[in-house]
């Protein structure tokens, strides 16, 4: 991953390949933002005017590349988009920063080292900048040749201006500083689990099935210290794991259920996450179309996001108890698949009667919700690309909140606002429920078709233990990007959840959910 220094040189002195600064929209044309006075100077104090000459507008994600003048130790300047400048006596907000400093990020790939000379006012907003960097120059070349015919994931190198930023100088970050220091030692940590997660999302299914996801977070769990178990399909079958076995039993490549933990001796508080995990979705005896499978490798996002967020636990030393448990599975059709109108019998003891074998993710979930409820935590949040309908509810750019708790499910709204991950709280229609009455089995995995998002959460609802406060993130929307890039947002796997998650925990740790 990119390196991430805090520097005190001048945006004239940095010695780097490139000087990133911000620029905004003003009343009257672009504006240039805090910490580039030195280039600005440098310009003649036109700056703002050469880059309008050159059709810059400050837009937000615009970004303007120029030789550098006379003064400045960098050749190159490139001016990055902040959106509308605030008012005066003003911050920028800290996402747009992470959003500029991540687009700056990525248009310079294939360069050695940058000094980002953006607004860094205190330590939170160096941690904006270092999260936009280093996620922005994110990218995912495994499976890349470097054009001879060898293949970049066995050790070949790619072509150097594809490589990601070799650093990033955040200049203005006041190394020496504890606040500053810590802010940046926590924004690797962070973008590296979630550049993690990204991974395991863009990993082709072929390369990537439950077990192989098992041993991954095997091997995550020696290196940080984490407490894992993995359940195979012997130890589900006997368990009575109806739905993980259920969804699970037409691939070749069996089922597994993964806890893996974070645990703090000074900890007095539990959460537990607990994430879908279905590495490859063809929907199973209720096939997908043509055209929707092309991307069903990333409906395995939640897991990912719970796993990067339990090792994130761990790296920061957070003080609460962490588990995570990933429920995996491949859902396909074959001779042994689970057929539309099977009845399952799930770890709870309740049966389900399966009308449509691509809501397949909630089964798996269901489970795994259960198991996680045994251990009494004090919250449980599950995170899945779980409905289409959620999709069409919100977007491409929000993942819904549901919650058994008001309060519950607006704290983690304004978490996830205050970290940048664009979300919206989501109500559960009690009249919803008797939709998925069976005349067979307990419940159905099917109810309504409109509100099918609401109708996923009050399904998991039905496996969380009693008075347990729980909350449901449907990232369908966000999880995976099929777009162009923007802000530090790449083409395919995201990470989405990791960051709400990560900040939950650490307000936990803090006491300040009760």
């Keep these: 991953m990119t390196a991430l220094t805090l520097s005190t040189s001048s945006a004239a002195t940095v010695r780097a390949d490139a000087v990133v600064v911000g620029v905004a929209k003003g009343a009257k044309g672009v504006v240039v933002a805090p910490g580039a006075e030195a280039v600005d100077k440098a310009f003649g104090g036109k700056l703002a005017a050469v880059l309008e000459t050159l059709g810059a507008s400050g837009a937000e994600g615009e970004v303007t590349k120029l030789p550098a003048t006379d003064g400045l130790k960098a050749p190159v300047v490139l001016a990055v988009g902040l959106g509308d400048a605030p008012a005066k006596g003003d911050a920028y907000d800290n996402e747009a ?137 012997k130890a589900l079958k006997k368990g009575g794991y109806g739905g993980l076995t259920g969804v699970g039993q037409g691939a070749q490549t069996p089922p597994r259920l993964v806890r893996i933990a974070h645990t703090h001796p000074k900890a007095d508080k539990t959460l537990a996450l607990v994430g879908k995990g279905i590495t490859y979705d063809s929907g199973g005896i209720s096939l997908k179309p043509p055209g929707h499978n092309e991307t069903m490798k990333c409906d395995m996002s939640g897991a990912a996001a719970v796993f990067a967020a339990v090792v994130a636990a761990a790296r920061l030393g957070l003080k609460v108890n962490v588990t995570g448990w990933l429920a995996l599975a491949e859902n396909m059709p074959s001779g042994s698949a689970t057929r539309p109108g099977d009845v399952l019998t799930m770890y709870s003891g309740k049966t389900v009667e399966v009308l449509n074998t691509d809501a397949e993710g909630r089964l798996v979930l269901a489970d795994a919700l259960t198991r996680a409820s045994e251990e009494t935590p004090d919250a449980i949040v599950d995170v899945a690309t779980l409905t289409g309908a959620m999709v069409l509810a919100l977007g491409h750019r929000h993942f819904g909140i549901m919650s058994n708790d008001d309060a519950f499910r607006t704290s983690i709204h304004e978490i996830a606002e205050e970290v940048g991950e664009q979300s919206w709280p989501m109500p559960m229609p009690g009249h919803l429920r008797k939709g998925m009455d069976s005349p067979v089995a307990d419940i159905a995995n099917m109810g309504e078709r409109m509100g099918g998002g609401l109708v996923a959460g009050l399904f998991l609802k039905e496996f969380v233990g009693e008075g347990i406060t729980w909350a449901h993130l449907d990232i369908a929307g966000p999880a995976f990007h099929e777009g162009a890039p923007w802000g530090y947002t790449p083409k395919g796997g995201t990470g989405s959840a990791v960051r709400t998650l990560v900040r939950l925990a650490e307000r936990t740790a803090a006491g300040d959910l009760g």
């Design 97 to 233: 920063l992470r959003r500029a400093a991540g687009s700056a990020a990525r248009a310079l790939s294939g360069t050695k080292k940058a000094g980002f000379a953006l607004p860094v006012e205190d330590a939170e907003a160096a941690a904006a900048v270092s999260e936009g960097a280093l996620l922005g120059a994110y990218a995912f070349t495994a499976y890349r040749s470097n054009g001879n015919g060898q293949n970049a994931k066995g050790g070949k190198k790619n072509d150097a201006k594809s490589a990601p930023l070799g650093e990033a100088a955040i200049l203005g970050g006041k190394p020496r500083d504890k606040e500053f220091k810590a802010a940046a030692e926590r924004s690797v940590a962070l973008a590296e689990e979630i550049n993690r997660a990204r991974d395991l999302i863009n990993m082709p299914p072929n390369d990537l099935d439950p077990k192989s996801f098992a041993a991954q977070a095997q091997a995550a769990a020696k290196e940080f210290g984490l407490k894992v178990e993995v359940l195979d399909e």
